[in-house]
């Protein structure tokens, strides 16, 4: 398949590292193209390039991300054959102890 676009280089993720790549790269000469995606958060909040440590904060984002898609890989976890306790609910102060280390 043809296309009407032309790059030397592509660079997939618009974070720190991508954009860094990407810069050092147009500045040897080379056409560069940059793709990034930010699926919107259930209230629609979205940002455009920096990533998550330029835009929210890495450690902390990092672990509320992961606490907010626990119950979803519990449930999947679970079809896929682990044991988990259905009882067990999420600590919201665990949490946010864990994030202000």
């Known amino acids: ?17 991508g954009l860094a790549t990407a810069k050092q790269a147009a500045e040897l000469g080379l056409k560069v193209a940059l793709a990034d995606f930010v ?7 979205t940002w455009g390039l920096g990533g998550t440590c330029v835009n929210v904060g890495c450690i902390p984002k990092k672990l509320m991300h992961f606490a907010s898609i626990g119950g979803e890989m519990r449930h ?26």
């Open 76 to 101: 999947d976890l679970i079809e896929a054959g682990w044991d988990f306790n259905p009882n067990s609910a999420h600590s919201w102060e665990k949490m946010q102890h864990s994030v202000e280390k």
């Open 39 to 45: 699926k919107p958060s259930t209230q629609g909040t």
């Open 1 to 17: 398949m043809e296309s009407e676009y032309q790059f030397d280089f592509f660079v997939i993720g618009g974070g720190s590292g």
